[in-house]
């Protein structure tokens, strides 16, 4: 979703706020089953490293947000004087983090699924299940 200039006014604005927030909530809460599920070794550490990413790529796309237009109000009316940096380009990057993150989060267990002793009819369902997340 990208918010652009002067288009849509505050309720736009809003809704790509909660729009992140309910991302990034989703994101966290299928990082913290996963911390449930890796509970040692190499993998427990890459969770919360990854944890710690998509909390910080959060932080900064809801920032960016709010910084892209100063003073704010710019961003839904333009009569208010001030600047605003690219926003189409603020748009795309935030994306791209968005879509770095969502395929780490579904390569994480991976390293888990693929070595499993199981029918491998059973193991490509449960990739497809964790590839459901990803879409």
């Given at each position: 979703?990208?918010?652009?200039?002067?288009s849509?006014?505050?309720?736009?604005?809003?809704?790509?706020?909660?729009?992140?927030?309910?991302?990034?909530?989703?994101?966290?809460?299928?990082?913290?089953?996963?911390?449930?599920?890796?509970?040692?070794?190499?993998?427990?550490i890459?969770?919360?490293?990854?944890?710690?990413?998509?909390?910080?790529?959060?932080?900064?796309?809801?920032?960016?947000?709010?910084?892209?237009c100063?003073?704010?109000?710019?961003?839904?009316?333009?009569?208010?004087?001030?600047?605003?940096?690219?926003?189409?380009?603020?748009?795309?990057?935030?994306?791209?983090?968005?879509?770095?993150?969502?395929?780490?989060?579904?390569?994480?267990?991976?390293?888990?699924?693929?070595?499993?002793?199981?029918?491998?009819?059973?193991?490509?369902?449960?990739?497809?299940?964790?590839?459901?997340?990803f879409?």
């Open positions: 979703m990208i918010l652009l200039a002067n849509g006014g505050k309720e736009q604005w809003y809704s790509f706020l909660f729009y992140t927030l309910s991302l990034t909530c989703t994101k966290i809460s299928i990082l913290v089953l996963y911390s449930h599920i890796m509970q040692h070794g190499f993998m427990r890459a969770n919360y490293v990854l944890l710690g990413l998509v909390t910080a790529t959060s932080i900064w796309v809801i920032v960016s947000q709010f910084i892209t100063i003073p704010l109000q710019k961003t839904w009316d333009p009569m208010v004087p001030g600047t605003c940096l690219n926003i189409v380009e603020v748009g795309k990057a935030n994306s791209i983090l968005h879509i770095l993150t969502d395929f780490a989060i579904f390569s994480l267990p991976l390293p888990i699924i693929i070595p499993l002793k199981m029918h491998w009819k059973q193991k490509v369902g449960l990739l497809f299940v964790f590839a459901l997340g879409v």
